[in-house]
């Protein structure tokens, strides 16, 4: 009940192309659905989140769609650059930030 | 404002030894996590602590492992008697409420001969 699903493991786009990326949970007390960024031999940084109230949220390039009753989430990263190539967590968590992450997809913009 | 400091950045210890991980958080955080990163995996919650306390450790071993965050200095995660399994990218991050959103530091990265 606490797995985060991330699919795909990796992500091949070109340049200008749509990166998405789609992650499913299971346990409904998760209110909080956070995107985070990797790149190699640094920390994860937050791209955008979202919470349950809400069926998408857009900032920039990149949007969020939630689907509440298919307990389903995914990152769309509109046209997608090669500074775009790292790693993608999606993530879970509810009151205390205490977040079950996915298990990462590898992105890489081809220009 | 500086970010979240993690250090040493690589750690190299042998079977046996103890490694001692430190984290600082940014300034006005008082919540700090701990995460786990083993290759090819996801980030795996480990501990939360809040000033001199120990919020939710259930991601965390029940042995060898111990996690501080005192009133004055850097949390510390330590791990005693290290064995290879060990070895993994340990992420620290800090949040200034228990709902707000999470910084993460570039990890220290322990290998363990």
């Known amino acids: 009940q606490q797995q985060v699903k991330q699919s795909p493991q990796s992500l091949i786009v070109q340049k200008g192309g749509i990166s998405i990326i789609n992650c499913a949970y299971e346990?409904?007390?998760?209110?909080?659905f956070p995107w985070y960024q990797q790149f190699p031999g640094k920390g994860p940084a937050l791209l955008i989140a979202?919470?349950?109230?809400?069926s998408e949220k857009k900032e920039g390039r990149f949007t969020i769609s939630f689907n509440k009753s298919a307990k389903q989430f995914s990152l769309h990263i509109m046209d997608s650059q090669p500074g775009d190539s790292a790693t993608y967590f999606c993530?879970?968590?509810?009151?205390?930030?205490?977040?079950?992450f996915g298990t990462g997809t590898l992105l890489a913009v081809q220009p | 404002n500086a970010g979240v400091m993690q250090n040493p950045r690589h750690l190299v210890r042998r079977r046996g030894q103890e490694a001692r991980l430190r984290c600082s958080p940014m300034?006005?955080?008082?919540?700090v996590y701990w995460y786990r990163q083993l290759p090819e995996e996801g980030l795996k919650f480990m501990v939360y602590?809040?000033?001199?306390?120990?919020?939710?450790e259930s991601g965390m071993p029940k042995e060898r492992f111990s996690a501080e965050f005192p009133k004055e200095g850097p949390s510390i995660l330590r791990i005693q008697q290290v064995v290879r399994g060990d070895s993994a990218a340990y992420f620290c991050?800090?949040?200034?409420?228990?709902?707000?959103?999470?910084?993460f530091g570039s990890g220290t990265q322990l290998s363990v001969l």
């Open positions: 991050a800090s949040s200034p409420n228990r709902d707000e959103k999470l910084f």
């Open positions: 300034k006005g955080h008082s919540h």
């Open positions: 602590l809040q000033k001199e306390n120990i919020i939710d």
């Open positions: 346990n409904t007390a998760f209110d909080y």
């Open positions: 979202i919470r349950p109230d809400v």
């Open positions: 993530a879970a968590g509810g009151a205390t930030n205490k977040l079950i």
